[in-house]
């Protein structure tokens, strides 16, 4: 099968790339607007970019008649938002915060998810979110129906059994992030494998083991 881009809608070019580029990490975003209202979004055009500086990136859709999300909205305003990584336990309330809602409502609050302080950033962290990175807008690029926001991780808040500090790693074995699948559907992490047995099980990093 040869399929020639050139032929094909954005809303078909949209569905096949969603579906086949898979599975995607979900980024949960908050932004806080200039009333103080705390808008958390989730967003699955997202990937790290790399780590000298270490960027990461959201890629928003425009909505009708060039009006902005109010996550693009916020970032453009102010230029600071926050990066979360959902696991199993949070997966209903992220795919909730997807609802659209006034401007002036939170959909932490509609979804039960709470705030802690961030370090740097006035946007608030979700307390409940395994990983959180604070971010500050450090490019903007923008094509007919996205903006593309390329932000600058200042801090990182993980949960306390997630990170061995001492050797910067992550404890995988309690580490389970969704992430997104074709069409409405999701996907757990927890089938994991080894291309290299010798570096799997006893003969691995005991941080790195998976049971």
């Not at 990584?85 to 932490?108: F, K, N, V, Y």
């Not at 490019?139 to 990182?156: C, K, N, P």
Request: aromatic share 8%; net charge negative; proline share 7%.
């Amino acid at each position: 099968m040869h399929i020639d881009f050139a032929t094909l809608t954005a809303y078909q070019r949209y569905k096949l790339m969603a579906s086949l580029i898979v599975p995607r990490p979900i980024a949960l975003v908050t932004t806080q607007n200039a009333d103080g209202v705390v808008n958390a979004a989730p967003f699955s055009m997202f990937n790290m970019l790399g780590e000298d500086p270490p960027i990461l990136m959201i890629s928003i859709n425009k909505l009708q008649d060039d009006h902005l999300k109010d996550t693009s909205a916020n970032i453009i305003a102010n230029g600071q938002f926050v990066v979360h990584i959902a696991d199993e336990p949070m997966a209903e309330q992220m795919h909730r915060c997807g609802a659209t809602l006034p401007s002036s409502h939170s959909e932490l609050e509609l979804v039960g998810l709470t705030t802690a302080p961030s370090r740097a950033v006035r946007p608030p962290r979700i307390a409940e979110a395994p990983v959180a990175f604070e971010c500050q807008l450090s490019e903007t690029l923008e094509t007919a129906s996205r903006h593309i926001f390329i932000g600058t991780v200042l801090w990182l808040h993980a949960r306390e059994d997630l990170i061995d500090i001492e050797r910067h790693r992550v404890r995988l074995k309690n580490y389970f992030p969704v992430a997104r699948f074709g069409a409405s559907y999701y996907v757990r992490t927890r089938d994991r494998f080894s291309m290299d047995p010798k570096k799997a099980g006893a003969a691995s990093n005991p941080i790195d083991e998976l049971d």
